[in-house]
């Protein structure tokens, strides 16, 4: 018998043991034995062809130990049923490891997908513990715990405590309805910035039957920034200000509440017109092609016009007109506001008027502040006179007075002093009564004494002039014939009229300042 070698191809045939029933093309063949008995080879013929029969023959080791001989038995008819059906096996197989590799393929796509996806993904349990979490929503949640270190956390330790209500609201109602739930939380990161979240999530049971939560996490910041810019844009759209809107061409394209109210065009009216229907016909042409000019070359444009209203009244207006540009610096808008300033302009008007009839008062005024001028001066003049008359008159008096004590006066004092030889009291009582005219006439005429004796009473007065000639208190008290506790009482009121009470000043001093 031919013997034929039967070189050794791996991952083609199954793995075959020497014990066991071997299929192989001839009838005598020599195997290459790289291993003993029992240990598993891999077998194919050198043309690649596959034939299958059953062997069994004795099995001898030859002297070299790298050959072994097999005695074969003829062919079995199932040999070929065998075949066919193993070299069905065999493209299974095949088919098989393929779809294998495609889904590996497919798999590391999907965790890319998934991992990479700008939307967050993460998987919870029903008692809010993070099972699974992609790259996304990691990054969001500005941790750098890897991914399988997250697992068995809770998802509310990321939430400010201000967001935790509200975060468990949101899940206790997701896990009792079936559609799709979402919430939208602030989120507080690092630095004080703090961003919007958006969560969806859905219940759904995995292939144990346990249920879990798969949420996707979105990043809303922007469209909340950009809602709140409009919901400011739009408050300050309907101000008490006009605002209109052109496009490139100056066609308007929206107006506000306060254009209709000022000018009384409606939307219907406006839109789609130039704002020059509104000219009042009170600027030139060129005033007009001066503000444009200055909006082309400035950007922008301020002043006071005069617009019409729809009932055909003027209406005066402070105007800013702004260009709006695109990246490349074209034109696309522009934009105009304006405030009615009629009252204003009244308020002028007013102002000038009143201001026109003060100046004329003023001058008014003036001219009789001017013969009040001349007026005072005269009566100054006469006042001088009079002063100057009475002056004469009061030093007349006084030599009068002078000239009636030394005719009259003293010569009488003189025979009651030689009648009351050797009565001491009443030569005292003369001398009180001479120093007293004495002290009356020279200051007779006085405005200081006249003021003096208008404040106190009669009896008061004595006893200040005796006090001023500097008589004692009993002196006073026996020439007025009364007790000197009356004299004391006297001095306390005199003082007290006076307003010396609270004042160390001596009373004979005080009145003997008033003559100077």
């Not at 400035?298 to 990246?327: A, C, F, M």
């Not at 009040?372 to 007349?396: P, T």
């Not at 006893?463 to 014939?481: C, E, H, N, R």
């Amino acid at each position: 018998m031919k013997k034929k070698d039967i070189t050794e191809i791996n991952n083609i045939l199954p793995q075959l043991r020497l014990k066991k029933p071997v299929i192989y093309p001839d009838k005598k063949l020599s195997l290459s034995a790289a291993t003993i008995p029992n240990n598993p080879l891999k077998y194919h013929s050198k043309n690649n062809r596959l034939f299958f029969q059953h062997v069994d023959g004795a099995i001898s080791r030859e002297s070299r130990g790298d050959s072994i001989n097999c005695e074969t038995l003829p062919e079995n008819p199932v040999d070929h049923q065998l075949q066919a059906r193993y070299a069905g096996l065999l493209q299974q197989n095949q088919a098989l490891r393929e779809n294998m590799l495609c889904l590996e393929a497919l798999f590391k796509h999907y965790q890319s997908l998934y991992h990479f996806a700008p939307v967050g993904y993460l998987t919870l349990s029903m008692e809010g513990e993070i099972t699974e979490i992609n790259q996304s929503a990691l990054n969001f949640l500005d941790t750098k715990t890897k991914h399988k270190d997250l697992t068995g956390h809770s998802f509310m330790e990321f939430l400010d405590p201000e967001c935790q209500p509200l975060w468990n609201r949101h899940f206790k109602q997701a896990k009792i309805v079936s559609q799709i739930h979402g919430c939208e939380l602030p989120f507080y990161r690092r630095r004080g910035k703090v961003d919007f979240i958006r969560l969806d999530c859905r219940r759904w049971h995995n292939s144990t039957g346990h249920s879990l939560m798969r949420i996707t996490m979105t990043d809303v910041t922007t469209r909340k920034q950009a809602e709140e810019a409009l919901r400011i844009a739009a408050i300050a759209f309907e101000t008490k200000e006009g605002i209109i809107i052109t496009d490139a061409d100056k066609k308007i394209v929206k107006i506000n509440k306060a254009f209709t109210r000022i000018t009384g065009y409606s939307p219907q009216d406006a839109i789609g017109n130039k704002p020059s229907f509104l000219q009042s016909g009170q600027h030139l042409l060129e005033h007009h092609e001066k503000i444009w000019k200055d909006i082309s070359k400035q950007g922008y444009w301020q002043g006071e016009i005069w617009d019409r209203h729809k009932n055909g009244e003027l209406i005066p207006i402070l105007l800013t007109i702004s260009k709006v540009t695109n990246k490349a610096r074209q034109v696309t808008h522009y934009v105009g506001n304006f405030v009615d300033i009629t009252m204003q302009k009244q308020t002028e008007k007013r102002m000038l008027e009143d201001y026109s009839n003060l100046e004329s008062e003023l001058t008014e005024v003036e001219e009789k502040l001017v013969l009040c001028e001349e007026e005072v001066s005269e009566a100054n003049r006469a006042l001088d006179y009079l002063f100057k008359h009475q002056e004469r008159n009061s030093a007349n008096a006084q030599l009068a007075l002078l000239n009636e004590m030394d005719n009259h006066i003293h010569p009488l004092l003189k025979k009651l002093r030689t009648a009351s030889k050797g009565r001491r009291q009443s030569i005292k009582l003369l001398d009180i009564l001479e120093s007293g005219l004495v002290e009356l006439t020279r200051t007779y005429g006085s405005v200081n004494s006249y003021t003096l004796f208008q404040k106190l009473s009669p009896a008061e007065t004595q006893v200040a002039a005796m006090i001023k000639s500097g008589q004692s208190t009993k002196m006073i008290a026996t020439a007025l014939s009364v007790s000197p506790g009356t004299v004391n009482n006297h001095r306390k009121h005199i003082r007290k009229k006076l307003e010396l009470d609270s004042r160390s000043i001596n009373l004979r001093s005080f009145l003997q300042s008033l003559e100077t």
